[in-house]
């Protein structure tokens, strides 16, 4: 039976360019696609740009341009930033394409048949740049005696004809799905945050607006354009087929993994199950949030001027680097610092000096001492064992880490094995057995190959194509790099390319001091 996972993140809301938080978003859901189709699984990974709203409306119009133009030109940026990336998407959906105004128009007419929607009149509190509605109880009274949504954006009272959900009916069955799958949202801190506000009582939730026009039509009512966060959420399953349930792709739902930011965490784990659950639709199976990334200590911002373009980052220190600093440097679902400092230090201390420096120091020996071939493996004594135990654990150990989605902990996992190679191959040092015990250095650097490739092969969704050249390096054939092939040894004897570096040093260029 074939293994299937689906991981989507959210798609990026277009009114303004990609920055390195969304590029954050999509490299931890890439390692996590691709990891599960180097594991054997079939995978839909979905991806892509959230382009309607009273925020869009209003950005198009400050740029001088018709809406749809707008979106046209941000969208392709977003496009842009993934493949820079290295994103392996198998879709990248817009909201203002046909198949997704179909879909929303269907799973509305569905919602209102069977009686969960109703037009009233929504009046209350409304933040523009959240895009959301926000109750009473939930302001903040900022500093100078303003009253602001929680997130600082401010709000405005929106009195209007509205369609609404009847989201409070699904209050008490919401609680019991999260009570019956406990890991249904994670981090555990915006799983208590999701439950706390439910329990707290769930009011109706208006999910149209006539103010602005920008938006999907409300079928057989044309005043009415459907709320931002409606039309967001139902990409899901616009890129499946829906509503066509006999579309192939369908088998791809419910989703495994809907990878968001925590400030959405409330739309995908309140909202989105609630609409499900009136259409009678399958939940998805885990939602789990990422934090923020600050600068050098500082909130993001374009007026501080401050916004780091992932692309940028990508052609100055290469793209593997960008990936492996950003899911290395912090716990995966916690906020993280961006420095230029920890990334240089990251690159040249474990990428060149650890992982490079030793596959450099392995292959080269090979190269001059085995005549290129790759060495039999002897006798094994006490400290190979340990070494290529640590080694063949790897998978099991980053598979179950990957599924928790602490990509951190993985990483440190494989650099156990990494550092604990370096210390392997200064005790055993093999350029001075050459003089003494030819056959033992040729044992020596078998199994420093071997380890290698386990730790080339498990890191591929995290530097597709850094370990893609060290495998090369190693012999290993593109076909034989999936994880099951680990079971198979490589053939002794098996002639090995010239050794290359794979992750040149970073120096700083010195800026002349100015006389």
Same mark, same amino acid.
Request: hydrophobic letters at 45%; one cysteine or more; glycine letters at 6%.
């Given at each position: 039976?074939?293994?299937?996972?689906?991981?989507?993140?959210?798609?990026?809301?277009?009114?303004?360019?990609?920055?390195?938080?969304?590029?954050?978003?999509?490299?931890?859901?890439?390692?996590?696609?691709?990891?599960?189709?180097?594991?054997?699984?079939?995978?839909?990974?979905?991806?892509?740009?959230?382009?309607?709203?009273?925020?869009?409306?209003?950005?198009?119009?400050?740029?001088?341009?018709?809406?749809?133009?707008?979106?046209?030109?941000?969208?392709?940026?977003?496009?842009?930033?993934?493949?820079?990336?290295?994103?392996?998407?198998?879709?990248?959906?817009?909201?203002?394409?046909?198949?997704?105004?179909?879909?929303?128009?269907?799973?509305?007419?569905?919602?209102?048949?069977?009686?969960?929607?109703?037009?009233?009149?929504?009046?209350?509190?409304?933040?523009?740049?959240?895009?959301?509605?926000?109750?009473?109880?939930?302001?903040?009274?900022?500093?100078?005696?303003?009253?602001?949504?929680?997130?600082?954006?401010? &709000?405005?009272?929106?009195?209007?004809?509205?369609?609404?959900?009847?989201?409070?009916?699904?209050?008490?069955?919401?609680?019991?799905?999260?009570?019956?799958?406990?890991?249904?949202?994670?981090?555990?801190?915006?799983?208590?945050?999701?439950?706390?506000?439910?329990?707290?009582?769930?009011?109706?939730?208006?999910?149209?607006?006539?103010?602005?026009?920008?938006?999907?039509?409300?079928?057989?009512?044309?005043?009415?354009?459907?709320?931002?966060?409606?039309?967001?959420?139902?990409?899901?399953?616009?890129?499946?087929?829906?509503?066509?349930?006999?579309?192939?792709?369908?088998?791809?739902?419910?989703?495994?993994?809907?990878? =968001?930011?925590?400030?959405?965490?409330?739309?995908?784990? =309140?909202?989105?199950?609630?609409?499900?659950?009136?259409?009678?639709?399958?939940?998805?199976?885990?939602?789990?949030?990422?934090?923020?990334?600050?600068?050098?200590?500082?909130?993001?911002?374009?007026?501080?001027?401050? =916004?780091?373009?992932?692309?940028?980052?990508?052609?100055?220190?290469? &793209?593997?680097?960008?990936?492996?600093?950003?899911?290395?440097?912090?716990?995966?679902?916690?906020?993280?610092?961006?420095?230029?400092?920890?990334?240089?230090?990251?690159?040249?201390?474990?990428?060149?000096?650890?992982?490079?420096?030793?596959?450099?120091?392995?292959?080269?020996?090979?190269?001059?001492?085995?005549?290129?071939?790759?060495?039999?493996?002897?006798?094994?004594?006490?400290?190979?064992? &340990?070494?290529?135990?640590?080694?063949?654990?790897?998978?099991?150990?980053?598979?179950?880490?990957?599924?928790?989605?602490?990509?951190?902990?993985?990483?440190?996992?494989?650099?156990?094995? &990494?550092?604990?190679?370096?210390?392997?191959?200064?005790?055993?040092?093999?350029?001075?057995?050459?003089?003494?015990?030819?056959?033992?250095?040729?044992? =020596?650097?078998?199994?420093?190959?071997?380890?290698?490739?386990?730790?080339?092969?498990?890191?591929?969704?995290?530097?597709?194509?850094?370990?893609?050249?060290?495998?090369?390096?190693?012999?290993?054939?593109?076909?034989?790099?999936?994880?099951?092939?680990?079971?198979?040894?490589?053939?002794?004897?098996?002639?090995?390319?010239?050794?290359?570096?794979?992750?040149?040093?970073?120096?700083?260029?010195?800026?002349?001091?100015?006389?």
């Amino acid at each position: 039976m074939t293994k299937r996972y689906t991981i989507t993140t959210p798609i990026y809301y277009v009114n303004g360019a990609p920055h390195i938080g969304h590029a954050y978003t999509s490299i931890a859901a890439d390692v996590m696609a691709r990891w599960k189709r180097l594991d054997g699984h079939e995978v839909f990974f979905l991806t892509g740009t959230d382009e309607h709203g009273q925020k869009v409306e209003q950005a198009a119009l400050a740029a001088g341009v018709a809406p749809q133009e707008f979106t046209d030109r941000v969208s392709a940026d977003f496009r842009d930033m993934a493949r820079a990336m290295n994103i392996s998407f198998d879709d990248f959906i817009r909201t203002t394409e046909p198949r997704h105004l179909d879909a929303c128009a269907a799973l509305w007419r569905r919602l209102q048949d069977a009686g969960h929607i109703y037009l009233g009149a929504y009046e209350g509190w409304y933040a523009t740049r959240d895009e959301s509605f926000y109750g009473e109880d939930e302001l903040v009274l900022r500093a100078d005696g303003v009253r602001v949504a929680p997130t600082g954006a401010p &709000v405005e009272w929106v009195t209007e004809p509205s369609y609404f959900f009847r989201l409070s009916d699904w209050q008490d069955r919401l609680l019991a799905f999260y009570d019956a799958h406990p890991d249904f949202i994670g981090p555990q801190a915006r799983r208590n945050e999701v439950i706390s506000f439910v329990r707290q009582g769930l009011k109706d939730l208006s999910i149209s607006r006539t103010s602005f026009r920008w938006g999907v039509p409300v079928p057989n009512d044309p005043a009415h354009v459907m709320y931002v966060w409606w039309d967001a959420l139902v990409n899901y399953i616009t890129a499946l087929g829906y509503p066509d349930e006999s579309n192939p792709l369908w088998r791809f739902w419910p989703a495994d993994l809907h990878l =968001v930011g925590k400030e959405i965490v409330r739309f995908h784990a =309140v909202f989105w199950p609630a609409f499900l659950m009136a259409a009678e639709l399958p939940l998805p199976k885990r939602i789990y949030s990422h934090g923020w990334w600050t600068i050098d200590g500082e909130k993001m911002s374009k007026s501080i001027g401050n =916004v780091v373009d992932p692309r940028a980052l990508a052609d100055e220190f290469g &793209v593997d680097a960008v990936r492996y600093f950003l899911l290395r440097e912090v716990p995966f679902g916690g906020d993280g610092d961006f420095s230029r400092r920890a990334l240089i230090s990251r690159l040249n201390v474990e990428l060149a000096n650890d992982l490079g420096n030793l596959a450099q120091r392995t292959l080269s020996q090979i190269a001059r001492n085995c005549d290129g071939r790759l060495p039999h493996r002897g006798s094994v004594t006490d400290d190979d064992t &340990v070494l290529l135990n640590q080694a063949e654990a790897l998978r099991r150990v980053v598979r179950v880490l990957i599924d928790r989605q602490a990509l951190h902990e993985a990483l440190e996992e494989v650099w156990k094995v &990494v550092r604990a190679s370096n210390g392997y191959i200064d005790r055993q040092a093999p350029w001075a057995l050459k003089k003494t015990d030819m056959a033992r250095m040729g044992s =020596v650097l078998r199994v420093l190959v071997d380890v290698l490739r386990q730790v080339g092969t498990v890191l591929q969704p995290f530097m597709p194509d850094s370990m893609g050249r060290l495998l090369d390096q190693l012999g290993v054939a593109p076909g034989e790099r999936m994880l099951l092939a680990l079971d198979a040894p490589l053939p002794a004897g098996l002639q090995l390319p010239a050794p290359q570096g794979i992750f040149p040093r970073h120096v700083e260029p010195v800026v002349p001091a100015v006389a």
